[in-house]
C-alpha cells in the first residue's frame, strides 16, 4: 500500500501544538473522527493508549508511529503531523517526538498491515526525508512533501 | 508520564514519593498549603492548592497532558467527582479512585463510563483485611502475596533451627520434596539480600521469601521451621470498617470474638454477624482479656483507627498469652519501631494501597504490583505480549532472558484449555504469550528495566 491510498490532506497535520503525548494521540482520535464519523474518537483513542501502554512507538529520531487496529474499519487510515514543539513519547533513545504518523488498520490481515508498517518506518528511516517533513509550514505542504517522498523513494 | 495525585495524605504523600523517583513528572493536589509545601521542598513534584475536584484546578495541575490520575482525598465523593469531571472534560485514559463507603461500594455497576468512570477502585480497608485473612491461613508466615488470583502466593517465613532446610543448601529442597516445586526468590539475612542460588545455605534467622502454588506452601514452609498448628480461636480489637470485614471473612472457620468500645456498634455489629461474639468494652481492659481467656487466642489482632490504642492493647494481649498478636499500624516510623519485637507482625495500610497503586501506574501490562520491604524491593505479576519477533521475553527460555541483576523470574501462569496451570520458573521452562509471569526485584530501582524487558517491540499490533 502506498502513502497516497493510506494519507489525505485532511488528515495531515502541520505544526499540532502537542504538549504531550496523551493529548496528541487524542487530537490525532478527533481527527480521524470529524474525517470519518462511522468511528468513534474514544474508542479511536483508547485504542491507542492501550497500544501505547504495552510498548511505546516512537522509533528514536523525533519519530513515532504509534498504531493499532480499529473494529469497524475497513481500509487503513493514516494520519501525518508534526508538532510544535517536540513531545515526550516515551521513545526508545528517549529523544521527544516531532514527526508523527498515525496508523489505524482493520482487525483482518496481518501481513499486510505489517508490510506498511514496515513501508512507513523505511520512509522516516531517512534522515532528508525527515528533514524535508519538518521544514514544511501548512498542512497542503506537508501533504506534498510526503507524497512526493514516497514517489521518489 | 503525567500523573495527577489529588490529596497528600499518607497514601498520596507516600505514592508521590514512590512516584518522583521513576522519571515521571507529578502533580499533587491538596487544599493544605502547609502539607504541601513540606513535600514539594522533600520531593521532585509540582503541587497545586485547591480543592480537588474543581475544574480549574485540575487545569492548573495539567490534567489535559495527564495519563493518570489517582484521587486519594479522605473524600469519597470529591474523588468520585474528580474522575468523572477527568473523564467528561479531559478524557484522561486512567483514573483511580479510593472509596471507602459500602454504600457505595455494594453498587459495583456504579463505576463504569457510562456512569461513574473510574477505572480502578481502591478500598485500603478491603486490601487490609484480604490480607490479614492471608496471613491467618498461613500460620507463621511474615507476609502472603496473592498472583494469578490467589494460585501462586509468595510468602516471606524466617527460617527457625530445626527447619530440615536450615543449615543445609537449597538444592537440597529438590532431593527432599521431588513432588512439590518451589522457587526461593530471595533471602534476607541480618536485612541484606542475598540472590539464592542452589548452593547457597539456609541460615537460622533468615528471612527467606519463596514462591509456590498456593496448594504447597505449608509443604515448603514446613521445610524452614517447625508448622505451627492451625489457627483456631481469633480476637478482634475494634469493630470498626476492618474489623467488621474480618470477622465476616473469618467467622466460619474460626472461634472469633470482636471487642468494640461503642454500644450502639455493637449492636449493629451482632446484627451483621451470625458466629462472632461481640463484647462492648475497652481492648486495653486486662480484665477484659482475662475473663475472656486471651491466654487460649491464637490470633489477636488490633484494628481500630488509633495506633497507640492498638499497639498498647496488642502488647497486653502478648504479655497475657496470646500467641500472636497483629497490630494495624499507620504511622510508619511506628511499624519499624515494633515490627519484630512484641509485636509479631505490624500491617501497614498505606503499604498495601502502595502497591495495588503502583499496579496501574506501571508501563506494561501489570497484573499486580506488590511492595516489599518498606518499598525497597518488589514483586510484580506482568502478561508477556507479542511473540519471539517483537518480545524480549516470548519464546525464550526463562535462563536466555535478560533479567538485571537482581530480578528473578519465580512462576508462570498459563492459561490453557484444561483451565490455568502454575509453572515454577526453572531454567529451560520457555515463556509464551499471554503467559503471566512473576518477577521478584530485590531492588526497586530495576524496575524500569524489567518494565522495558516486558515492552513489545514497535511492530506489534
Known amino acids: 500500500m502506498t502513502l497516497d491510498a493510506l494519507l489525505s490532506p485532511r488528515l495531515t497535520l502541520c505544526h499540532l501544538a502537542g504538549s504531550s503525548k496523551k493529548k496528541l494521540l487524542l487530537d490525532i482520535a478527533q481527527a480521524i473522527a470529524e474525517q470519518y464519523p462511522q468511528h468513534d474518537a474514544d474508542t479511536i483513542f483508547n485504542q491507542l493508549i492501550a497500544r501505547e501502554r504495552l510498548g ?98 | 508520564m503525567k500523573i495527577i495525585i489529588l490529596g497528600a495524605g499518607q497514601v498520596g504523600g507516600s505514592l508521590a514519593e514512590s512516584l518522583a523517583s521513576e522519571r515521571n513528572d507529578i502533580v499533587l493536589v491538596d487544599s493544605d498549603e502547609k502539607t504541601l509545601r513540606e513535600l514539594r521542598d522533600r520531593l521532585d513534584i509540582g503541587v497545586v492548592i485547591g480543592h480537588a475536584a474543581h475544574p480549574n484546578i485540575l487545569l492548573e495541575a495539567g490534567i489535559e497532558d495527564a495519563d493518570i490520575l489517582v484521587a486519594v482525598t479522605n473524600n469519597d465523593e470529591t474523588n468520585m467527582v474528580a474522575c468523572q469531571i477527568a473523564h467528561s472534560l479531559f478524557r484522561v485514559p486512567t483514573k483511580i479512585a479510593r472509596v471507602r463507603a459500602g454504600a457505595y461500594l455494594q453498587h459495583p455497576q456504579l463505576f463504569d463510563t457510562q456512569s461513574i468512570p473510574i477505572d480502578v477502585l481502591i478500598s485500603p480497608e478491603h486490601l487490609v483485611s484480604e490480607y490479614v485473612a492471608r496471613l491467618i491461613e498461613h500460620p507463621g508466615a511474615l507476609q502472603v502475596l496473592d498472583f494469578a488470583d490467589g494460585r501462586v502466593q509468595l510468602v516471606a517465613v524466617r527460617a527457625v533451627k530445626g527447619g530440615p532446610l536450615v543449615g543445609r543448601q537449597l538444592r537440597y529442597l529438590r532431593e527432599h520434596m521431588p513432588k512439590v516445586d518451589t522457587r526461593v526468590a530471595a533471602i534476607y539475612r541480618r536485612n541484606t539480600p542475598i540472590i539464592p542460588q542452589g548452593d547457597t545455605v539456609i541460615e537460622a534467622g533468615d528471612e527467606v521469601f519463596f514462591i509456590a502454588a498456593r496448594a504447597n ?26 474489623g467488621l470485614r474480618l470477622a465476616h471473612k473469618l467467622e466460619n472457620r474460626y ?33 477484659l482479656l482475662l475473663e475472656e481467656n486471651i491466654e487460649d487466642t491464637d490470633v489477636f489482632l488490633a484494628v481500630t483507627n488509633d495506633d497507640e490504642a492498638n499497639i498498647m492493647s496488642s502488647l497486653l494481649a502478648k504479655r497475657l498469652g496470646a500467641r500472636k498478636v497483629m497490630t494495624l499500624i499507620n504511622n510508619r516510623a511506628y511499624v519499624d519501631l515494633v515490627q519484630g519485637g512484641e509485636i509479631d507482625i505490624a500491617i501497614s495500610p498505606q503499604q498495601n494501597t502502595i502497591g495495588s497503586l503502583l499496579t496501574h501506574v506501571r508501563r506494561g501490562d501489570m497484573v499486580n504490583v506488590h511492595s516489599l520491604r518498606r518499598g525497597a524491593a518488589e514483586a510484580i505479576e506482568v502478561i508477556a505480549h507479542g511473540d519471539k519477533r517483537t ?15 537482581g530480578a528473578s523470574i519465580g512462576a508462570i501462569v498459563r492459561e490453557t484449555e484444561q483451565g490455568s496451570e502454575v509453572l515454577i520458573a526453572h531454567d529451560d521452562v520457555v515463556v509464551e504469550t499471554n503467559d503471566h509471569v512473576i518477577v521478584f526485584l530485590v531492588d526497586r530501582r530495576q524496575t524500569r528495566h524489567v518494565e522495558q524487558l516486558f515492552q513489545v517491540g514497535f511492530s506489534f499490533f
Open chain 1, 56 to 153: 511505546s512507538t516512537g522509533i528514536g529520531d523525533g519519530v513515532a508511529i504509534p498504531h493499532c487496529r480499529l473494529p469497524g474499519c475497513e481500509r487503513p487510515i493514516g494520519v501525518l503531523c508534526t508538532t510544535e514543539p517536540a513531545i515526550d513519547f516515551d521513545a526508545a533513545d528517549r529523544q521527544p517526538v516531532d514527526l508523527l504518523f498515525a496508523l489505524l488498520v482493520p482487525e483482518n490481515s496481518e501481513q499486510e498491515h505489517l508490510d506498511t508498517l514496515a513501508e512507513i518506518a523505511a520512509l522516516f528511516s531517512d534522515s532528508r526525508i525527515r528533514e524535508k517533513l519538518r521544514q514544511a509550514r501548512t498542512n497542503d505542504e506537508l501533504y506534498a512533501l510526503a507524497i512526493n517522498s514516497t514517489a521518489a523513494a
Open chain 2, 217 to 242: 506452601i505449608r509443604a515448603v514452609m514446613s521445610e524452614l521451621r517447625r508448622l505451627e498448628h492451625g489457627y483456631k480461636r481469633v480476637t478482634i480489637a475494634g469493630g470498626g470498617n476492618i
Open chain 2, 255 to 287: 472461634a472469633v470474638k470482636i471487642i468494640e468500645q461503642s454500644h450502639e456498634r455493637c449492636v449493629f455489629l451482632s446484627e451483621e454477624l451470625s458466629h462472632t461474639i461481640v463484647l462492648n468494652g475497652s481492648a486495653s481492659d486486662q480484665d
Open chain 2, 391 to 405: 518480545s524480549k521475553v516470548v519464546g525464550r527460555k526463562i535462563e536466555d532472558i535478560d533479567l538485571p541483576e
